[in-house]
Nanobody
Framework: QVQLVESGGGLVQAGGSLRLSCAAS????????MRWYRQAPGKQRELVAQ????????NYADSVKGRLTISRDNANNTVYLQMNSLKPEDTAVYYC??????????WGQGTRVTVSS
């Protein structure tokens, strides 16, 4: 199994920045895709960003392109979400997710991001 611990959430004003971190442990050798999701109150869970470990290809939701960047630190088994030019509509609980070569998915506990206007 893979365990994920998230950190970096908080309260920021519109236009500010945050960097979310997700540290993985366990069977990290099996991870082949890393993702960030978010869920705002009363809303569906939304895929924000995706990174494939082989080749490093990335994908982003249209609403965050140019503002949010997903990256990884292989030495520390950590995935990041750099969040710039934040907007109130970015307010949500952000969840780290990883997929493995075995077809299983694992989730972090979530970290709350609140952007004030």
């Amino acid at each position: 199994q893979v365990q994920l611990v998230e950190s970096g959430g908080g309260l920021v004003q519109a236009g500010g920045s945050l960097r979310l971190s997700c540290a993985a442990s366990g069977r990290v050798f099996a991870i082949n895709v890393m993702r960030w999701y978010r869920q705002a109150p009363g809303k569906q869970r939304e895929l924000v960003a995706q990174l494939r470990t082989t080749g490093g290809s990335t994908n982003y939701a249209d609403s965050v392109k140019g503002r949010l960047t997903i990256s990884r630190d292989n030495a520390n088994n950590t995935v990041y979400l750099q969040m710039n030019s934040l907007k109130p509509e970015d307010t949500a609980v952000y969840y780290c997710n990883v997929g493995t070569i075995f077809g299983s998915d694992f989730w972090g506990q979530g970290t709350r991001v609140t952007v004030s206007s």
